[in-house]
């Protein structure tokens, strides 16, 4: 069984080699875990666009978005199993 920080570490490979422009955003893990049936780790990452902390505009608070993609990992060898957008884009 791949241990949780194997498969952090092949989520954030996979991140990059599918996603690269959501890894540039160097994204922080929200959630792992465990499917039901136990054959796969599903790991949600999650991004901040914009990067205006101090937003003074209702314009650059809409630049400001969070973006999620959730990656789903084989447990057995760790192989990428699925890429999703687990949350609506607005």
Avoid: C, H
Avoid at 13 to 37: C, H, I, N, R, T
């Amino acid at each position: 069984m791949l241990a949780p920080s194997e498969a952090l570490n092949k989520a954030r490979v996979y991140l990059g080699e599918v996603v690269p422009d959501f890894a540039a955003l160097q994204p922080k893990v929200d959630e792992m875990v465990l499917s039901l049936d136990k054959s796969n780790w599903i790991i949600t990452f999650s991004a901040q666009t914009g990067g205006n902390p101090k937003a003074e505009t209702i314009a650059d608070i809409l630049k400001n978005r969070r973006i999620e993609k959730q990656i789903s990992i084989a447990v057995e060898d760790g192989s990428l199993v699925a890429v999703r957008n687990p949350s609506v884009p607005f």
